[in-house]
Structure formats: structure tokens, C-alpha cells
């Protein structure tokens, strides 16, 4: 076991120092590199950056572009870090923006990006709400390229239709909502909580709802206790969910895809989950009608009853990089609208105000991305936001309690339990 | 000189090879369980913390409970059931053949699919157990069988048994054929019956595969990844996370690159104590006498 582990971690010493040594000889030459990293997007996409690379360097003489694209998983834990502190670290790197992007601000590894926005116009292509958790006493340090909505609940519309049921708006409609659709012998709601984030998304939100944001923030980064009244209350809400018979009773025993099937093959009503769900849904269910709420408000909740839960991500210039204007003039040439007709064609949903071709985008897709945009607060979602450790141990609980396994106050109190040898 | 050093220069290679892949990880290992460490980012000293904490580690104690609790299962499931399935199919009747194919099938699939497919029979909605289960009027008796912490670890051990049966049982097989005829026929002679013949002469001739046997299932048991991975990864709350997988988490997912090297050790030290335990026991009475 620990032998793979430390062998795994020698490949991968290796592995930068080989992909090292390569990179030097090609710097050699007399073009600048202008270096670009993120997760692979899939082979579709990859082709569009290249052609917008090529678009690049034939506008650009003197300047080759290269891309590394790492393994999704890789990237967002130890890939990007290794290239940052590599030795030819990349000069635009993508990352998601809030929690993640304040620690590559802190670490020294994103440039301030504000006047370079404003001089070159590209600032202006995005909506304001798109700089949610990229700004930081008001300078800059992302361009937008995406933003998913971690967690709406979708539901059958033709199922709410024949019991007579509106969209909530309420905690009370949403229980009564769920009452109705339980009465008529269907599951009202399905999650499959298997690996954790799916529920630990959804109650993520109504923890920072019920808590407010800055609690459920603080508690997330260990600088206040997850054990409170304000979370025993929130979570009293969702062990309703279970006691009631309102989720899916294998819950914690099904993937999200699985749970997504469920709900598209007609057993489940509702089904809180993110924005990815469209896709997904027009290629497997197309004759399904399917519509969206956000959470419903709480009443009493600390936090801002119309919050988004949700994840911006961008691109970042490393302030390391020389090639600042570069790496700028590369963006603005992936934001203009010829970009985003390639990457529309593509299956990706541009995020640039002129980008997004309404005509030809699903209607829900297009619903979500102004929900987001026009979000009066953004909530992060545990695993992306914070320390994954913290997420997980915070996730657990929500598995605990949503599945009935635990009571609020237990599953809390076995949360304090796991985090305390992190409090350092 | 030159004829001195090169016996040594040609075992080199072989040297430094075994050194990188095998050696310089160990100690590597070994060392950064004294770091508080990410895996890239800066190191620091923090002495036996690692240790300390991973001896107030709720999950990480429970997972040494799930682990023991599925090696007890599975010497159950595998190596006992294995070794009555090899004294069925030695019994010389029709078709035994078939069963010994039948019955071995399961170890040639690839552990991932094995995994799959049966979280497919598991799944309460539509899985094969439950389906059968209502259409026997037996609607009580169904279960989420991974999703609820009572049952899914036996579920998991179920699974095990059901592919690595087949494994013992071509195991025992194979010695169970190389006793010689002449011993059952004189059996058969005094009016013994097939229950005699497996208890007083199939099983005692074969212990030292048994002991191999079992052995081999508690050694291996601490090395299960994959069944665990797919069909629960440690789930539901933690009640079938064992060691390796919730290595994995503390690796890859938390990025505790000091602690996971902790927890790696304490492990390497439980098997390595477990195979002396083992080893001082087996060297008793191993004569065999008839």
C-alpha cells in the first residue's frame, strides 16, 4: 500500500522533472511561450482552444502558445500547485474563483488584473455578477470563462401539473409539495448521495440559508464551531426530509448518475442537483418536461433567502508571468463572439454578455446562467469553497443526518469531533 | 581492482532499480510520517503528532474493525466454503466438471466488473435480490443493501466470497486429487460414508493448503481496494471504510501527505506483527500422522 503511495508520488517527482528538462529545450528557441494550463475540458473543447491557438499565434507572430492538459482530479489537487511551483509554471492558469482563488492571491501566484481589464475593453465583456469571488478590495484577479449552478431543484413539471402543485417558494410549500407528490405513491425527492458532494451541495445551501453565509463560511474554515443552534436547526430541517419519507431511501447508496436516471426515467419528482443536469437531460429524457426552483426561502434563516449556490471559474494570469499582456490579449480573443460560437458548437455555455447565443442555447441553460449572473449572493459549495477535509467531514454529517442515521445534534458533535485535529 | 569490483558493478542495476522503485519509497515513507505535508507545498516537523492523531482517529480505528470483520467473513466465505465445494466436486459424481467451471468462473472476471454488477443486484429499486424478494411476497425483507450501515459491509464480504470461493476450492482441488485412490477405497472397505471421507481424509491430508489457505485470505484481505471502492468507498457514514480506502481519501482527496505516510506505516507494522503471530503459530504440530 504505502509502497505505491511514495511510488506514485516519486513518478510524479519524475515525471515534472522529464516534462521540465522538455519544455527548457523548446524555450530555447527565439519564440516567447505563452504557457497555459487547466483540466482536460473534454476533446471537443481541447480542439477549440487549439484552433483559437493557432487564431493566436498567426495574429501574434513571434509567440507559440502551449497547453498543458491535466486529468480533471489531478489538476484541481496536486497538478496545478506542481506547475505553479515548477520551473516553467504556466502564465494563464484556470481555477475556480472564491476560497481557492484567495489562497493563489495570498501564495503570490495571481497577478492584480484590473487596469489591464479596464485599458484593453475586455473587462467589460462579462456582466458584474460574473466577477462574484474573483474581486478582492476592488482589484481583479480573473477572467470569467464559466459558471455552473452547483445546486437547483428540478422537478417533473408534468408530474407537478397533475397533482396541482406550483413551483415553492416556500420551506412550508416545499414540504407540502413533497406531502402531495408522496400521497399519489411517488418518491418526491431523489439524491444519490454516494460519494457525498451531491447532498453536501444541496444542505450546503440550506445550511448557509438557515446559519447565514458568514457563519456557514466561518464554520467551513474552522474559525467558528459547526456546533450551534443555528446548524441543530438547519439540520432539524433536513432529518424532516428523511422521517417524513420524502427522499429516496437509498439515498447513500446511489451515485448521482444513477439518481439522475431515476429522476429522468419518471420515479422521482424533484431532484436537487447542478446546472449539468440539462445536457444530460436533453440527450437521455428529450420528451421529459422538466423545470427548476432554487431552494425555497426559510423563514427565519440568517442568510440571504435568494442566495445561489454555485462556482465562477477563470482564468488567471500568474503574476510570475512576463507575459501579462500576452496572456490578456489571448483572453480577449477567446471572449470575442466568433470564440463563443466555436465553443457554443461545442456544448459549452459562454459566459460573456454577447457571447451566449440565446437562439440556440436550451432555455433552462440559459435560466441558470442568469440566475447566476443576477445572484444577490453567491454561496460556495463545501468542496470547491473550502478545505476539502473540512468538506468531507462536514459532507459525512449531512450523509448522517439526511439518511437518518444520525440526529442533528450527533452528527454535529461527531463533525467537532473530526475537525478538531485540524484546528491548528 | 577493476576484478574486485565487478561483481558488484554488475549486480548494480539491479541494485538501483530495486533501490528507487522499492528501498527509497520505504524510508521515504517512513520519513514523511513525521511531517505535517501536502505533498508539494512546504514541510514541517511535528514529531509523532501523525501518530497521535491517527491513534484518536474514529475512522481510521473502525476501519481495523471493518477490516477484521471482513478477513473473519471471508475465511468463512472463501477458504471453508471453498473447501466444501472442493470435497463436492471431488466426490466423483456426474457433472462435477461443470461446477468446477462454473464455480471458478467468477475469479477470471475483472474485480471492477465484479464490483458493478453487483451494486446492480444490491440496487433496492430494481436489483435482482430485492425483485425477487417482493415477487415472493417477502416485501419486508428487502433492504438497501449498501446504504445501510448493518448490512452493507456483510454485502461486500458476500461478494468476496462469492468470486474467491472458486479460487480455494481449485486450490484444495488440486490437492485433494494428488491423494491417492488407494486410501478411499480401503475407507470405503471399512464402511465409511463421503461425510467420513471429507472430514477424516480429504481435510487432514490437505491441511498444510489449508493453512496456506487461510493465510493467504487474512494477508490479502488487508490489501482489498477495489470491491470496497466501487461499491461503497467506505459508505454509508463510514461503516465499511477500510484502511486502503480511507488511505486514499487522507492521500489523495484531503492531500495529508504526512498523515496519510502515518497511517501507512501503522498499517505496515499491524500486518508485519500479524504475519510473526502467524508464523510462531503455524510451527506448531505440523506432523501429520494416520
Keep these: ?424 | 581492482m577493476l576484478r574486485k569490483a565487478s561483481p558488484y558493478l554488475f549486480a548494480l542495476p539491479a541494485v538501483l532499480v530495486f533501490a528507487f522503485t522499492i528501498l527509497v519509497p520505504i524510508v521515504m515513507t517512513f520519513a514523511f510520517s513525521f511531517y505535517d505535508w501536502n505533498g508539494y507545498g512546504e514541510m514541517r516537523f511535528i514529531g509523532l503528532d501523525n501518530y497521535d492523531r491517527a491513534l484518536h482517529d474514529r475512522i481510521y480505528l473502525s476501519s481495523y474493525t471493518h477490516i477484521f470483520i471482513y478477513i473473519a467473513a471471508t475465511v468463512v466465505l472463501e477458504v471453508l466454503v471453498g473447501l466444501g465445494l472442493a470435497g463436492l466436486i471431488t466426490m466423483g459424481r456426474k457433472g462435477s466438471s461443470l461446477f468446477r467451471v462454473a464455480l471458478f468462473t467468477p475469479v477470471m472476471l475483472p474485480m471492477i466488473v465484479v464490483s458493478f454488477l453487483w451494486r446492480f443486484v444490491y440496487n433496492s429499486d430494481f436489483g435482482l435480490i430485492n425483485t425477487v424478494l417482493r415477487a415472493v411476497g417477502l416485501d419486508s425483507w428487502t433492504q438497501v443493501w449498501l446504504g445501510n450501515p448493518d448490512t452493507a459491509l456483510l454485502a461486500i464480504c458476500f461478494v468476496s466470497g462469492w468470486v474467491y470461493a472458486g479460487f480455494y476450492m481449485t486450490i484444495f482441488y488440486s490437492g485433494i486429487q494428488r491423494i491417492s485412490k488407494d486410501v478411499y477405497e480401503s475407507a470405503y472397505l471399512d464402511g465409511a460414508h463421503e461425510g467420513h471421507i471429507f472430514f477424516r481424509i480429504k481435510v487432514p491430508m490437505i491441511r498444510g493448503l489449508v493453512k496456506t489457505g487461510i493465510m493467504l485470505c487474512v494477508l490479502t484481505g488487508f490489501q482489498s481496494f477495489d470491491l470496497f471502492y466501487v461499491m461503497t468507498n467506505g459508505g454509508p457514514y463510514n461503516s465499511t471504510e477500510i484502511v486502503p480506502t480511507y488511505l486514499v481519501k487522507v492521500v489523495f482527496s484531503h492531500m495529508s501527505t504526512g498523515y496519510g505516510s502515518a497511517l501507512a506505516v501503522i498499517l505496515t507494522l499491524v500486518i508485519a506483527a500479524l504475519g510473526l503471530l502467524a508464523n510462531k503459530l503455524g510451527r506448531k504440530g505440523d506432523a501429520l500422522e494416520y
Design chain 1, 1 to 424: 500500500m504505502k509502497k505505491w503511495i511514495t511510488g506514485s508520488m516519486a513518478l510524479m517527482v519524475v515525471g515534472s522533472v522529464v516534462a521540465g528538462c522538455g519544455n527548457n529545450e523548446e524555450s530555447g528557441g527565439e519564440d516567447k511561450v505563452l504557457r497555459i494550463a487547466m483540466g482536460s475540458p473534454g476533446e471537443a473543447m481541447i480542439a477549440v482552444w487549439e484552433e483559437i491557438a493557432d487564431e493566436f499565434e498567426s495574429a501574434n507572430p513571434g509567440v507559440t502558445v502551449e497547453y498543458t492538459f491535466q486529468d480533471d482530479d489531478t489538476y484541481q489537487t496536486v497538478g496545478l500547485p506542481n506547475l505553479l511551483s515548477g520551473n516553467n509554471a504556466p502564465d494563464l492558469y484556470f481555477e475556480w474563483a472564491g476560497e481557492r482563488l484567495y489562497n493563489r492571491i495570498n501564495d503570490g501566484f495571481a497577478a492584480d488584473i484590473t487596469t489591464q481589464l479596464e485599458e484593453s475593453g475586455l473587462g467589460d465583456m462579462f456582466a458584474e455578477g460574473s466577477y462574484n469571488g474573483m474581486t478582492v478590495d476592488g482589484k481583479t484577479y480573473m477572467i470569467p470563462t464559466a459558471g455552473d449552478v452547483t445546486n437547483v431543484i428540478f422537478y417533473n413539471k408534468q408530474v407537478f401539473d397533475e397533482l396541482g402543485i406550483g413551483e415553492p417558494q416556500t420551506w412550508a410549500e416545499f414540504l407540502a409539495a413533497c406531502e402531495a407528490v408522496k400521497a399519489s405513491g411517488m418518491t418526491p425527492i431523489t439524491v444519490g448521495n454516494l460519494d457525498l458532494w451531491t447532498a453536501g451541495n444541496w444542505i450546503g445551501h440550506l445550511l448557509s440559508r438557515v446559519v447565514g453565509e458568514d457563519a456557514y463560511s466561518n464554520a467551513l474554515q474552522l474559525e467558528e464551531p459547526f456546533q450551534s443552534d443555528d446548524f441543530v436547526q438547519a439540520y432539524t430541517l433536513v432529518q424532516e426530509l428523511w422521517d417524513r419519507g420524502y427522499v429516496n431511501d437509498n439515498i447513500n447508496a446511489i451515485s448521482d448518475s444513477e439518481s439522475d436516471m431515476l429522476f429522468l426515467n419518471g420515479q422521482a419528482a424533484m431532484h436537487p442537483i447542478g446546472s449539468w443536469l440539462v445536457p444530460t437531460a436533453l440527450e437521455e429524457a428529450p420528451e421529459l418536461e422538466m423545470g427548476y426552483f432554487n431552494l425555497p426561502t426559510i423563514e427565519g434563516g440568517k442568510g440571504d433567502q435568494g442566495s445561489v449556490i454555485g462556482v465562477l471559474n477563470g482564468m488567471v494570469v500568474n503574476a510570475k508571468s512576463s507575459m501579462t499582456d500576452e496572456a490578456i490579449a489571448f483572453m480577449q480573443l477567446y471572449s470575442s463572439d466568433e470564440s463563443s460560437a466555436k465553443l457554443s458548437a461545442a456544448g459549452a455555455v459562454p459566459i460573456t454578455t454577447t457571447g451566449l447565443d440565446r437562439d440556440n442555447t436550451p432555455e433552462l441553460s440559459i435560466r441558470l446562467n442568469d440566475l447566476l449572473a443576477e445572484a444577490p449572493t453567491v454561496v460556495a459549495p463545501p468542496d470547491t469553497g473550502y478545505s476539502i477535509e473540512v468538506a468531507n467531514a462536514l459532507n459525512t454529517a449531512t450523509s448522517q443526518v439526511i439518511g437518518g442515521a444520525k440526529s442533528p445534534a450527533d452528527a454535529l458533535k461527531q463533525l467537532e469531533e473530526t475537525v478538531a485535529p485540524l484546528k491548528k
